[in-house]
């Protein structure tokens, strides 16, 4: 993981899911990131038709607001600050501040904001706007508990207290996608993974916070599960993994279907693993 940030970046984006092709907002993505004095190693961005990559294959800096609606902004952090503009670090490390920002349904002038999963303070739009300095929450204050994994995969929706909300039906489709594929491919202890997961996704448990990144690049997983953790985002995304040669993959036709499987369905399916993952005990049965 980087052990720095720039002071602070805000990466310029339209309000969709990926941005294939864009030039128009990566110049203004980089006339943005350059006006705040942003080094250009930090926020050098490659558009593809499967997401906004990262050239340093750990930063995913994205900036959303539907100028008509509801808003959610994301940017970077300086680490250790006492003060916020935008707020947001990225989405794969667990080693920085970061938070979420939000205007939510039910009150649409009431920001909250999350730092660190540990506490969370509420500030003023017109604190947010303009970067005021923002106390420290009291105690008792009200937490929000935000899952924005699924947050992340569904863009178009705010997710308050860790419900999956509109994002039910798109998991569970590419949950029922994934249990497909490794069903026809013998892929049995990744079956077991994705049922597992769609059951809670159907119980409707609600999540607690996660920070993505503290599953990457390992944590003691099996290769099997760090190689489909990694080819969820592609080969070149996180790093670390430079080939698919291993025996999970020495069958190409395999390999061909997951590749395609994995392009069409992109970050969403390590938001799933991770939903998953998260919620394994010890007598699941399946080996991690």
Not at 199 to 225: A, N, T
Not at 250 to 272: C, H, M, T, W, Y
Request: net charge negative; glycine share 6%.
């Amino acid at each position: 993981m980087l052990g720095y940030h720039a002071n602070m970046a805000v990466a310029v984006a339209h309000a969709t899911p990926y941005l294939a092709g864009d030039d128009e907002a990566l110049k203004e993505f980089t006339y943005a990131a350059g006006r705040l004095g942003v080094r250009q190693e930090l926020y050098t961005v490659l558009f593809n038709r499967s997401g906004v990559l990262a050239k340093n294959r750990r930063q995913w800096f994205q900036y959303l607001r539907d100028h008509g609606g509801k808003r959610a902004f994301l940017a970077v952090l300086p680490k250790q600050a006492d003060y916020w503009e935008i707020p947001f670090n990225h989405a794969f490390t667990g080693n920085h501040n970061w938070a979420v920002c939000i205007e939510t349904e039910d009150r649409p002038n009431y920001w909250h904001l999350r730092i660190n999963s540990s506490y969370s303070a509420n500030p003023s739009e017109e604190q947010v706007e303009t970067g005021r300095e923002i106390p420290s929450p009291r105690p008792g204050e009200e937490r929000i508990e935000l899952h924005w994994g699924l947050f992340l995969a569904d863009r178009e929706h705010v997710f308050v207290r860790g419900k999956l909300a509109a994002c039910e039906q798109q998991l569970n489709t590419l949950l029922t996608d994934l249990i497909l594929f490794c069903a026809e491919n013998e892929l049995e202890e990744w079956r077991s993974v994705f049922v597992r997961s769609l059951s809670i996704l159907e119980s409707k448990i609600d999540l607690p916070i996660m920070e993505m990144g503290r599953y990457f690049p390992s944590r003691g997983y099996s290769p099997r599960v760090q190689r489909l953790l990694y080819s969820a985002l592609g080969a070149d995304v996180l790093g670390g993994m430079d080939s698919w040669n291993d025996q999970y993959f020495q069958n190409q036709e395999v390999k061909a279907r997951f590749d395609a499987l994995s392009s069409r369905i992109g970050p969403a399916v390590v938001e799933a693993i991770v939903v998953a993952l998260d919620q394994f005990e010890p007598s699941s049965g399946v080996t991690l």
